[in-house]
């Protein structure tokens, strides 16, 4: 019974800050590479940030230097600092992982939350 359970979400002005949290079970949460996507609407799903098992990470372009990722394997969580939004922030996040093991077998994950609504305001 894996379980990705994001929260944090919610309405903010631009220029304000939010911190989305996931919370996962069911997983050896430290073998995994933890990433948030998000989508918004008329769009695909885009990689936002992730951090691999070894603590490694990687930011997309568009909010790199104002979004921070980070995990905590004691207690199964990572987190996405978001600083500085923009109204173009606004998307559904979701949290994803992949098992260390298989990332060589393609770019696909092997679990995703259900995602929380965030929505900056001009």
């Known amino acids: 019974q894996v379980q990705l359970v994001e929260s944090g979400g919610g309405l903010v002005q631009a220029g304000g800050s939010l911190r989305l949290s996931c919370a996962a079970s069911?997983?050896?949460?430290?073998?995994?590479?933890m990433g948030w996507y998000r989508q918004a609407p008329g769009t695909e799903r885009e990689l936002v940030a992730r951090?691999?098992?070894?603590?490694?990470?990687y930011y997309a372009g568009s909010v790199k230097g104002r979004f921070t990722i980070s995990r905590d394997n004691a207690k199964n969580t990572v987190h996405l600092q978001m600083n500085s939004l923009k109204p173009e922030d606004t998307a559904v996040y979701y949290c994803?992982?992949?098992?260390?093991?298989?990332?060589?077998?393609?770019?696909?994950?092997?679990?995703w939350g259900q995602g929380t609504q965030v929505t900056v305001s001009s």
């Open positions: 069911g997983l050896s949460f430290g073998s995994y590479r």
């Open positions: 994803a992982a992949k098992a260390a093991a298989r990332y060589g077998s393609g770019n696909d994950n092997d679990y």
């Open positions: 951090v691999g098992s070894g603590g490694s990470t």
